[in-house]
């Protein structure tokens, strides 16, 4: 637990503190270490010895799962989507590097990953396997990251967590105490679909706490940057010494730096920011970042 000291917080009597899942493991960092949890104990309870996801070539899941078939001594496969002369780069050379195989499938294919037909393929190609879907988002998923409350001993008026698919967003919401509020901040544009997805999950688990989605911090696309994102991203790691990703939690936390600015969130009022991970995904972003630099909008007040 890190706390946040900003002028700005103060002149409007706000605190903000930031949970380090980034730090929870060298190599399977943040919210994916919780998602996976429950589902490699449930892999090997079923007696798979093989496990088969899928993902972008950056994917921070597809990193955190190939790292944790390694330690594990489980095999691991990861469908990626696209063409693989497109596709060498840091994340997969880990992924190879752990011994997870890669197969690279365009994006009609990758788009059936759901389709009972093809998933029956994929067990006919390469034997029985437990099947992760893409981000590894499932309901044990979001068991494990209810987890994270066991850690939080204060109390918080409202919790901040990056959404790409929500089961995240779910597992925080569901193991909230009763008079958090949870704000979860969509990175992708068109979420209104989270708002179904992260119901659906919680009908499942049972919950009470309040949340409520941000649509409006995605910069235009999932993984869509800006200079004025890139100007917050630099002076909050230069002040704070904490890195972040652009992809999710540096929009995160331009949306509660924006919300605190606009009196959205009530004088006295004790935020905690989820910091999710994903600090080895940077590299794929760090030539457009430099670029931005030096645009004439890269500034943040
Ligand atoms: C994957 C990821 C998320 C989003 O998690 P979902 O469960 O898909 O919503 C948020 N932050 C980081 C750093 C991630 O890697």
């Known amino acids: 637990m890190q706390y946040i000291s900003e002028p700005m917080f103060h002149a409007f009597g706000v605190e903000l503190a930031i949970k380090r899942e980034d730090m929870l493991h060298p190599v399977v960092s943040g919210n994916k270490w919780r998602k996976l949890k429950y589902n490699m104990l449930e892999a090997r309870k079923q007696g798979y010895k093989t496990l088969l996801s899928f993902g972008g070539a950056y994917s921070n899941h597809i990193h955190a799962l190939a790292g944790v078939g390694r330690e594990l001594d489980v095999t691991t496969i990861g469908l990626i989507r696209g063409e693989s002369f497109a596709n060498d780069n840091p994340t997969l050379s880990y992924a190879r590097h752990c011994g997870m195989q890669l197969y690279f499938v365009d994006r009609a294919t990758y788009r059936r990953r759901h389709e009972p037909d093809y998933i029956e393929e994929l067990m006919q190609r390469f034997g029985p396997c437990y099947l992760l879907p893409e981000g590894g988002s499932n309901l044990l998923a979001v068991k494990g990251v209810a987890e994270l409350w066991q850690e939080v001993s204060e109390p918080f008026d409202y919790v901040a967590v990056a959404a ?60 869509r940057i800006s200079p004025q994102l890139v100007a917050f991203m630099d002076r909050f790691e230069a002040l704070h010494q904490i890195p972040l990703d652009p992809v999710y939690t540096a929009k995160m936390l331009y949306g509660v730096y924006d919300q605190i600015r606009q009196g959205a969130i009530p004088p006295g009022s004790r935020v905690l920011a989820i910091h999710t991970g994903g600090l080895q995904g940077r590299h794929g972003m760090e030539t457009r970042m430099q670029s931005l630099r030096t645009h004439k909008e890269y500034a943040y007040e």
């Open 164 to 223: 790409g698919t929500g089961a995240t967003a779910a597992g925080v919401i569901s193991g909230a105490p009763l008079a958090t509020e949870i704000r979860v901040f969509a990175v992708l544009k068109g979420a209104g679909f989270l708002r179904n997805e992260i119901s659906g999950y919680l009908d499942e688990m049972g919950y009470t706490t309040p949340w409520r989605l941000h649509d409006n911090y995605h910069f235009g696309a999932y993984a």
